[in-house]
Every structure is written in C-alpha cells, then in structure tokens.
C-alpha cells in the first residue's frame, strides 16, 4: 500500500533551520517526480519543491537559495532541507508523489496522486 509520511516540523525561530523528512513505502521515490508543497491558513496550497526521477530539482521563487530538495534512495526518502527561514515560511508542509517522471508545472499540484499528512512549521520568536 502507497505510503508518504512526513516528520521533522516544529516551532523555529526567524533565520533557523529544519530538515523535513518524507519516508515513502508502496512506491521508489527516484521513480517519478516528488514534491513538497505547503499551506498556510487562510491560503490556497503552493508548491514549494520538486524532484525529478532523474534528480533534476525546481523550487518556488519565494524559496530559492533558501530551501533544498534531496532524497536518498537507499533509505526511500525525500528530505526538504530548509534555512534561514521567516514567518511566511509557517504553514503545513505536504509531501507527495507523482504519477509521472518530470516536474513540469509542479506547482499546479496537477498529477500528483499521492500525498502525506502534512507537517506544521512554525516559524515565530
């Protein structure tokens, strides 16, 4: 059974750092395209980052040079490692899976079949 589960949020202060966390079971995540993407409350859900199946990685505009995708396909998992962070940057973060190889207009959401239960960053002082 296909299984994203993402762990690693938790309250951070201006400028800090997290590593987000996305273990996948029931599918190879260097197989098709990963995304994280976000939503903060009140706001629709952005796509935040994407891995191709050839590990070729797109970020939203408001996260580059801030925030990386890896994955590591020994363990099956896809990590958003992510630093200096701001209060914008708060929202519950999602990992999902595509059904297909490329990240082409990942930030539509579109063809992403499978998708986590999300974890809160809090960014805040």
């Known amino acids: 059974q296909l299984q994203l589960v993402e762990s690693g949020g938790g309250l951070v202060q201006p400028g800090g750092s997290l590593r987000l966390s996305c273990a996948a079971s029931g599918l190879t995540v260097n197989s098709d395209a990963m995304g994280w993407f976000r939503q903060a409350p009140g706001k629709d859900r952005e796509g935040v980052s994407c891995?191709?199946?050839?590990?070729?990685?797109n970020y939203a505009d408001s996260v580059k040079g801030r925030f990386t995708i890896s994955r590591d396909n020994a363990k099956n998992t896809v990590y958003l490692q992510m630093n200096s962070l701001k209060p914008e940057d708060t929202a519950v973060y999602y990992c999902a899976a595509r059904s297909f190889s490329s990240c082409v207009l990942f930030r539509t959401g579109s063809h992403f079949d499978s998708w986590g239960q999300g974890t809160q960053v809090t960014v805040s002082s």
């Open positions: 891995i191709s199946s050839l590990g070729g990685t």
